[in-house]
């Protein structure tokens, strides 16, 4: 049997078992045909070293592993069901693995639009409405401590006392850590549960609560807040979250010369590879600046 013939009846199946869009058969058809192409062989004989050969061509010309292991993909379910329908009696492509797929790199906010964040809220704080001095906290207590946001909106009011300069935390798997607290952030925090004292409201035991069921803050509001600050500060609401001031806590620490374990311990992670994540942040940066801003290059 030919090939463009045994595309056609893995293609028809597709179409009509699987309901796949006209865009993803074309995108399955020009996968296969490319390693018919490569290869020269037909469907019906490839072995298991045809398609080690071809993976190993695709590697070589620079494709990205996402792209190689797409392709991969669609020889698998090519060959299963040339297998299952009894068009052949073997599968080539059951042993063979696929390229580790490159993990991107987290998203990170310049020092400078931190400051820009931090400073906004501060001067918010200088109104001393309730919900501005807790946005202020927040924004800093986030950046000083590298919390993850579920850690910090369900702190108890008694983690943090006027003198604190460690604040002890319950992160995954109920593993707790200390982390450093910095001036600012404890001086934000003082203004903000000086603030909360004074209303009215029922005591709680979160250091920031809330009237919704959870009694504390939710982490979608907390997002909310932070992109509204962000427009006020004049960054970009897209480049601003917990999770993201949390990668810059981390990155911006590595970058001025932190121990590698002591960003360990203070993320809470239990293995170190997690957190040399950030590390090839800082890699890619520095590649970054090379290639744009050395006399040499090209740009």
Known sequence: MRNNDVLDQFLEMLAAEKGRAQNSLLAYERDLQDFASVTAVSFMTADAEDI?????????????????????????????????????????????????????????????????????????????????????????????T???????????????????????????????????????????IQAYVYALDKTKGPASLYLFPSRGAEGHLTRRRVGQLMKDLAVAAGVMPSTVSPHILRHAFATHLLENGADLRAVQQMLGHADISTTQIYTHVLEARMKSLVLTKHPLSDS
């Open 52 to 144: 080690r050969q071809y993976l190993a061509v695709l590697h070589k010309s620079g494709l990205k592993p996402n792209t190689i292991a797409r392709r991969l993909s669609a020889l698998r379910q090519l060959f299963l069901f040339l297998y299952r329908d009894g068009l052949r009696t073997d599968n080539p492509a059951t042993n063979i693995e696929s390229p580790r797929k490159a993990k991107p790199l987290p998203k990170v906010l310049s020092e400078s639009n931190v400051d820009r964040l931090l400073d906004t809220a501060e001067s918010f704080a200088a109104s001393g409405k309730l919900e501005d001095l807790r946005l202020h906290a927040l924004m800093e207590t986030l950046y000083a």
């Open 146 to 188: 590298g919390f993850r946001i579920s850690e910090l909106v369900t702190l108890p009011r008694r983690s943090v006392g006027a003198d604190s300069v460690m604040i002890m935390v319950k992160g995954k798997g109920g593993r707790e850590r200390m982390v450093p607290l910095g001036d600012k952030a404890r001086r934000a």
